[in-house]
C-alpha cells in the first residue's frame, strides 16, 4: 500500500483542522502542518493525534514568499521523515475530505506515478499573462512587516523606478497539488542547484500560484504530471453572490462537488460550511461501513474455503 504525506498549511480554526485530520487518519496517512507563527499557538495544543507533526514554523503573509518556504519546509519535513511517502498531498486548513480514504488508497494505487495539479487553460494564460508578469516585476513587501501605508509608499517608488527583470516564460494555476515523490524531489533538488532562481521570487506577489508551474512547465510529460486535474473543486466563478473568492462552499455545493469526483473541496469554514461537512461526512461514513461489510465477507469466504 502507498504512503501518503498531507502537507497542512494552518493559520486558523483548530476546530476544522481536527476533523480534517480525522477523515484522512489511516494507518499509511501521515499529516505534516505548518501552523502560521501568527496563529493562537495554545488553541492547537487540542491537536495531538498519532502520525501528525507539526514542523518549524515561519510568519506568513497571504502572497508573500514566506507562503512559498511554508510549502518547501513541508515538503522537505516529510521527504525527511523515516516513512518513504509516495504521494505528497498539499492542502490548507480550509480545505475538506469529498471521498472515502479507500476510494483514495483505490485511485492512487491504480494511478501510482503520476502526479496532479492544475495550470490555467491556454486561453486564461494568454488573457492573465500581463497579471501574472506583474505579479513578478513589481515589489511586494509583505513580509517586511511594514505599516501598509509606509509599504505601499516605497513599493510605489521602486515599481516606478526600478522593475524586476523577467528572464523566464512565467505560467500559473492552482497551488494545492497531490505529487508523487520523483515530483518532489526533482523541485527540491532544483531549489537547491539554483538558489537564485528561488530569490527572484522573494519580493513577488501571489507567486506560489506561479513559481512550481513555472519551473514544471517544460517537464510535465517526463514527470507524468496531469496539468488539467488539482483532484480538487475550488469555485472560482460562482453563480450566486460571494464576498471573497474562491467561493466559500457550503450545502447547496454538495452535488457538484460528488459530481467533480475530486477528492478535496475549496474553501470551507467550520460555521458558514458545516451542513456541507456533515453531509459529506456521511457519505464517507456510508462507504466506508459498505467497505467493511465487503471485507468481512470476503474474509468469511476465505475462512470457509479454508476450512
Not at 2 to 18: G, Q, R, T, V, W
Not at 102 to 111: A, H, P
Not at 256 to 284: H, W
Request: hydrophobic share 40%.
Amino acid at each position: 500500500m502507498l504512503n501518503h504525506a498531507f502537507l497542512i498549511i494552518a493559520h486558523d480554526s483548530p476546530e476544522l483542522l481536527k476533523r480534517i485530520i480525522n477523515n484522512v487518519k489511516v494507518p499509511n496517512h501521515y499529516v505534516f502542518i505548518h501552523l502560521d507563527k501568527n496563529a493562537d499557538q495554545q488553541r492547537f495544543n487540542m491537536i495531538q493525534e498519532e502520525r501528525v507533526t507539526f514542523i518549524d514554523n515561519i510568519y506568513v503573509t497571504h502572497g508573500g514568499f514566506s507562503l512559498i518556504m511554508a510549502e518547501i519546509m513541508l515538503m522537505k519535513a516529510a521527504l525527511k521523515s523515516d516513512v518513504n511517502f509516495d504521494y505528497f498531498h498539499l492542502i490548507s486548513g480550509h480545505d475538506y475530505l469529498c471521498r472515502s480514504m479507500s476510494e483514495f488508497d483505490s485511485f492512487f494505487e491504480l494511478n501510482n506515478g503520476r502526479s496532479y495539479m492544475h495550470y490555467d487553460s491556454d486561453e486564461q494564460h494568454e488573457q492573465w499573462k500581463t497579471l501574472i508578469t506583474n505579479r513578478y516585476v513589481k515589489w511586494n513587501l509583505k513580509d517586511k512587516g511594514f505599516n501598509k501605508f509606509f509599504r505601499k509608499a516605497i513599493c510605489y517608488g521602486l515599481n516606478r523606478l526600478l522593475l524586476k527583470n523577467v528572464t523566464f516564460q512565467l505560467y500559473a494555476g492552482w497551488q494545492w497539488f497531490s505529487w508523487h515523490r520523483t515530483v518532489v524531489e526533482y523541485v527540491l533538488r532544483e531549489i537547491a542547484s539554483h538558489p537564485t532562481y528561488l530569490e527572484s521570487f522573494r519580493y513577488t506577489n501571489c507567486c506560489d500560484e506561479v513559481i512550481f508551474h513555472t519551473m514544471l512547465w517544460e517537464h510535465l510529460e517526463e514527470l507524468n504530471i496531469d496539468r488539467n486535474n488539482s483532484l480538487r473543486y475550488i469555485d472560482w466563478f460562482p453563480k450566486r453572490k460571494y464576498v471573497t473568492l474562491p467561493l466559500i462552499l457550503d450545502e447547496r455545493d454538495y452535488v457538484a462537488i460528488k459530481e467533480s469526483k475530486a477528492f478535496f473541496c475549496r474553501k470551507v469554514f467550520i460555521d458558514r460550511s458545516v451542513k456541507l461537512l456533515d453531509l459529506l461526512d456521511a457519505d464517507i461514513d456510508a462507504k466506508n461501513k459498505v467497505n467493511q461489510k465487503f471485507h468481512k465477507s470476503i474474509y468469511k469466504y476465505i475462512n470457509f474455503i479454508g476450512a
